[in-house]
C-alpha cells in the first residue's frame, strides 16, 4: 500500500548558478575508456585483490576486484572489452582500473530470477556476484551495504536540489519499467519498508510507483539529500542499519533480474557555465568524461568535478565519471587572488550574508569560480550552520566534538545521521573557512573503526 505525506522544509539554501542542464540530449562521442574506481567506496581496502590483468578480455558484469575484507562483493565491469592500464596513487593504492570498450558491448549472461518467487539469499546472490551490489549504500558512515545484514528500510531520493543538478525525470526517462522491477527486488531485501522521497515535480513512475512509500518534501537544498529525508522519516540510531541507492541504479538492478545482465547505463547531466552547451548524455558508469567535454569548453582554465559543485570529486578533463555520480560539473578555476576582495566584493556572487546584495534577488542566477575568498581562520560560534541545515542537529558542535576526538560526544551530537553532502552547505556557509566535509569524514572513520 502506498503512503503518501507531505513535508515542508524551511532551512536550507538554494545556490542558483549558471549552467543548469538544458532538456534534451548532448551530441557526443562515445567514450572509448571506462574506469572503476576503488576510491570511490568507502571503507574498502587501497589494494582491492584483482581478478584481471593488463591485457585481459573482460565482460559487461564479469568481476574485476573485490575488496580483501568483503570478498563476496564483486565489482562488476561497466563495459566489455580490455583491460589495458591499472593507474596507482601512493603506496601502490590502485586509483583506476582502466577499460577500453569494445565497439558493441558484450554482456555476461546471469541467471534470470523471478523476484516474486526467489528467496532473499538468491536475490543477494545474483547482486553479490554481479557487482550490482556496490550501488548499495549503507547509514551510518556511507559504506558499501553489508550482505550479511538486514536493513531497517532502504531510502531512495528521486529528486535533486544540489547547484546545477539533473532533473531525475530526465534520467530515469525510457528506464520506467526497470525501476519498478528494481523496487520489487528492494522491497525483498528489507525488512522494514522502500521509502521515496519525491519533489514538487517528480514525475509519475516516482509519485505513483506501487509497494513503496512515497513522501513529497519541498525546500530549500538540501531537501533533496537522502539524508535529510531519512531524519524527517525515521532518523538513524545507534544499531540501526539503512541503505540508500540512486534512481538509475534502481532500474540497473531491475534489469539485472529481468534480463539476467548488468547493464551499467547511466545518463548524465553535463553542467556549468563554462561549457558551450550543457544537457545530457547517455554513456555508462566510469566513462570518461572527455568525449563529453571536447570542442564544448569556452576556455581550458577550468576545474572539472564529477558530481556537483558543493560535494562532487575534482577530475581532469580527461577523468572518469564516478561510481556513484550522475552530473558532470565544469567552472571556472578560482586561482587567481583578489585585491582586497573581502572588503571590495569584486562580483556578485551568491551568498547568505547580507554583505552582498544577491540577498536582494534570490531566484538570479550567479557566475561563480572555485576561489575560497580567504584561508582557514579561527573557528567562531556563529550558528550559521543551523540556518542552512534541516535537520535537528547542532551541526557545529558536532564538528568541534570531532576536532577534540571526543566520541561519546560525536554519537550524542547524532554523527550517526550525516555523512558529507549533508555538511556540505554549512561548509559553503562557513566563516572560518573549515572543511567541514573532510573534518566530518575523520570523524565517520573513527566511529566505524573504533565504535
Known amino acids: 500500500m502506498v503512503r503518501t505525506i507531505v513535508i515542508k522544509l524551511s532551512r536550507g539554501f538554494d545556490i542558483r548558478l549558471l549552467g543548469s542542464p538544458e532538456q534534451g540530449l548532448l551530441e557526443a562521442k562515445n567514450s572509448r575508456l571506462f574506469a572503476l574506481k576503488p576510491t570511490d567506496v568507502v571503507g574498502i581496502g587501497p589494494i582491492p585483490k584483482l581478478h584481471k590483468a593488463i591485457g585481459d578480455r573482460v565482460l559487461a558484469g564479469e568481476p574485476l576486484f573485490f575488496d580483501k575484507g568483503s570478498p563476496r562483493i564483486q565489482f562488476g565491469s561497466p563495459v566489455s572489452g580490455e583491460v589495458v592500464e591499472i593507474r596507482r596513487g601512493p603506496k601502490r593504492a590502485i586509483t583506476e582500473v582502466v577499460i577500453a570498450v569494445d565497439a558493441e558491448v558484450a554482456f555476461h549472461q546471469f541467471e534470470k530470477l523471478d523476484v516474486a518467487s526467489c528467496s532473499r539469499e538468491q536475490a543477494v546472490d545474483l547482486m553479490l556476484n554481479s557487482g550490482a551490489w556496490t550501488l548499495l549504500k549503507q547509514r551510518p558512515f556511507n559504506t558499501l551495504a553489508d550482505p550479511e545484514a538486514t536493513p531497517r528500510d532502504i531510502f531512495v531520493s528521486c529528486f535533486d536540489t544540489a547547484p546545477l543538478a539533473p532533473d531525475h525525470n530526465m534520467l530515469i526517462k525510457g528506464k520506467e519499467s526497470a525501476f519498478q522491477k528494481g523496487l520489487s527486488v528492494l522491497n525483498k531485501l528489507t525488512s522494514g519498508g522502500v521509502h521515496l522521497g519525491v519533489g514538487p515535480e517528480s514525475a509519475d513512475v516516482f509519485t505513483k510507483a506501487d509497494g513503496v512509500n512515497v513522501t513529497s518534501f519541498s525546500g530549500p537544498h538540501p531537501a ?80 572539472c568535478i564529477s558530481g556537483n559543485a558543493l560535494s562532487g570529486t575534482q577530475i581532469e578533463k580527461d577523468g572518469f565519471l564516478g561510481l556513484y555520480d550522475d552530473q558532470i560539473t565544469v567552472l571556472e578555476e578560482g586561482d587567481k587572488p583578489e585585491f582586497l576582495g573581502w572588503l571590495i566584493p569584486s562580483y556578485k556572487r551568491p551568498s547568505l550574508s547580507r554583505t552582498f546584495p544577491s540577498f536582494l534577488r534570490p531566484n538570479k542566477e550567479y557566475h561563480v569560480n572555485t576561489n575560497n575568498h580567504g584561508e582557514e581562520r579561527a573557528y567562531v560560534m556563529s550558528q550559521q550552520y543551523e540556518k542552512v541545515l534541516p535537520m535537528d542537529l547542532h551541526p557545529q558542535y558536532l564538528i568541534k566534538s570531532i576536532l577534540y576526538g571526543d566520541f561519546e560526544q560525536m554519537e550524542g551530537l547524532g554523527i550517526y545521521e550525516v555523512v558529507e553532502e549533508d555538511l556540505a552547505l554549512c561548509e559553503f556557509v562557513c566563516t572560518s573557512k573549515q572543511p567541514v566535509q573532510q573534518i566530518l569524514r575523520a570523524g565517520l572513520d573513527l566511529v566505524r573503526l573504533e565504535g
Open 224 to 303: 533533496g539529500n537522502v539524508g535529510v529525508q531519512i531524519h524527517h522519516l525515521a532518523p538513524i540510531n545507534k544499531g540501526d542499519v539503512v541503505w540508500t541507492l540512486k534512481p538509475q541504479d534502481v532500474a540497473i538492478i531491475g534489469k539485472l533480474f529481468s534480463d539476467g545482465v548488468f547493464d551499467a547505463e547511466r545518463t548524465v547531466a553535463v553542467t556549468g557555465d563554462k561549457t558551450k552547451k550543457t544537457g545530457y548524455v547517455k554513456t555508462r558508469i566510469g566513462a570518461s568524461v572527455e568525449p563529453m567535454l571536447a570542442d564544448n569548453l569556452k576556455h581550458d582554465h577550468v576545474r
